[in-house]
């Protein structure tokens, strides 16, 4: 047993789980969004915005954006443990990445419920 | 034109300040000799060069090394297998500490599999003659128990490489499962909760060097695979 406080979820067996089914969730919302930008080749503001007025939607895209927010943190939780040996340097990088997924989830659901 | 050029990976530490490389010219007389036979023709001309080997029939699992960018075993390698444009780099395993020449320092795998605890654990009353299995509990076991620790495996793996010390790597994984899978062992809990933090296995990122390069024709990643289904049914 190898011991971590700075993992997603104090366990390699919960992140390994959490990063399978982000995964999934993050390929469906790409799917969806592929699909719905190829069955709308004119696409207007009006219909784009109407897309994110509806209550689904914006709960379809929360999730996306936890799921990539859980993600990312797993992942390069994960590199920066592999590559990045000195621990100032390491620890460094991870008070960044977290403080730009933290900033990137907000500014998210203040994009879906701001407008 | 059947002299073979043979680079070798030399290092003393007693008396060279760097690794080098050496150029061997190996006449072969045109035969398709194994690894092993060049290194024994290099020892000839050279007698300060160093390497591991004693069965020379890939069952020890002494002579792993990179042949030409490939972990093996030197002496069921043959040059026809790794040779390109008539030339043969020879390099210690990767990740591990070079002791001298093709002499790596194995503590750190050896560290790995000894935590995996690779003996039979079972705390139940023994029974007056033996533990029985049945021919389906066996065949369980096929493709596990025939690793020969030669860390071919362990030192092609870049996650082995970068946590050495923490993940446990292919090698000691298919042990683990040997015995996870093995019906006369109860000792899996304890096996599994050894696994279960985020290097001892799921460091693994399933990219296969394992078993592209195994001489066994073994395969580590469907091993913890296995594990892996094991923990996650145990835990949901």
Avoid at chain 1, 6 to 33: C, E, H, K, M, P
Avoid at chain 1, 102 to 112: E, K
Avoid at chain 2, 193 to 214: H, K, Q, T
Wanted: aromatic letters at 10%.
């Amino acid at each position: 047993m190898v011991t971590n406080i700075t993992n997603l979820g104090r366990s390699g067996l919960s992140d390994w789980l959490i990063q399978r089914v982000s995964a999934v969730v993050l390929a469906l919302y790409a799917l969806f969004v592929v699909a719905y930008l190829l069955f709308h080749p004119n696409l207007d503001y009006a219909t784009w915005s109407g897309l994110f007025a509806q209550t689904w939607m914006r709960i379809f895209s929360l999730l996306a954006f936890i799921s990539m927010a859980a993600h990312a943190w797993v992942g390069l939780w994960t590199v920066s443990t592999d590559y990045l040996k000195h621990t100032g340097v390491r620890f460094g990088f991870q008070a960044v990445v977290i403080l730009a997924i933290f900033v990137f989830l907000v500014w998210g659901v203040q994009v879906l419920w701001g407008a | 034109m059947s002299n073979l050029q043979v680079s070798v990976y030399r290092y003393n530490p007693e008396t060279d300040s760097a690794p080098y490389m050496q150029e061997f010219q190996i006449d072969t007389q045109g035969r398709d000799l194994m690894v092993l036979n060049i290194l024994t023709m290099i020892k000839d001309q050279d007698s300060s060069m160093a390497f591991r080997r004693s069965c020379r029939e890939g069952v020890c699992g002494s002579d792993g090394m990179n042949m030409n960018g490939t972990n093996g075993l030197a002496c069921i390698t043959p040059l026809s297998a790794v040779v390109k444009a008539n030339k043969l780099v020879l390099r210690p395993l990767p990740g591990l500490p070079v002791m001298r020449d093709l002499v790596v320092d194995m503590g750190l795998f050896y560290k790995q599999y000894e935590r995996m605890q690779p003996y039979l654990q079972n705390d139940s009353a023994a029974p007056a003659i033996e533990r029985l299995q049945s021919p389906e509990e066996r065949d369980k076991l096929d493709g596990l128990y025939e690793c020969i620790l030669c860390a071919c495996c362990s030192t092609s793996c870049p996650s082995f490489w970068w946590n050495p010390d923490k993940f446990v790597g292919p090698a000691g994984l298919l042990q683990a499962y040997r015995f996870l899978a093995d019906s006369r062992d109860n000792a899996t809990q304890a096996r599994l909760a050894e696994l279960e933090d985020p290097f001892s296995l799921f460091r693994c990122r399933g990219i296969m060097n394992c078993v592209a390069v195994c001489p066994k024709g073994l395969n580590p990643t469907r091993a913890i695979g296995k594990i892996r289904e094991m923990l996650l049914s145990n835990a949901t």
